[in-house]
């Protein structure tokens, strides 16, 4: 499958703050959101944690995350945001995909909203 970009605004949850916007990769290997951890940090977003993350490689790091508002395709949700390193592409990962009831059409390389979100 080829490469899905998507514009995504990352905010703190209270709203207050200007929000960090750009093309984010999506990834459904990709459970969390990541962002540069500096864009995030300018636009309000705490570190809350951290988690031990699988690298692509397969290194596992621990890595500070935060909460934060994720608007894209005219939806909202809230979620995990990991502190990428400066410079780090963006990833939307599935799990903010899948809360608003977006998924990757394969063949298509887009992303299409499901009809319902299933509570099954």
Excluded: C, H, W
């Excluded at 984010?24 to 944690?49: C, H, K, N, W, Y």
């Excluded at 490689?57 to 990428?84: N, P």
């Excluded at 939307?92 to 319902?116: F, H, Q």
């Amino acid at each position: 499958m080829g490469l899905t970009q998507v514009t995504v605004r990352i905010a703190g949850l209270n709203g207050n703050d200007k929000p960090f916007e750009d093309l984010f990769l999506v990834d459904t290997g990709a459970t969390d959101s990541m962002a540069p951890g500096d864009q995030l940090r300018e636009v309000g977003i705490r570190v809350e944690g951290k988690m031990s993350y699988e690298l692509a490689d397969g290194a596992v790091r621990e890595t500070s995350f935060g909460l934060a508002r994720i608007e894209f395709m005219g939806e909202t949700t809230a979620g995990r945001v990991i502190f990428g390193p400066p410079g780090s592409e963006p990833i939307l990962g599935v799990t903010a995909l899948e809360s608003v009831g977006i998924v990757v059409d394969p063949a298509k390389k887009t992303l299409k909203r499901l009809p319902a979100i299933p509570l099954k």
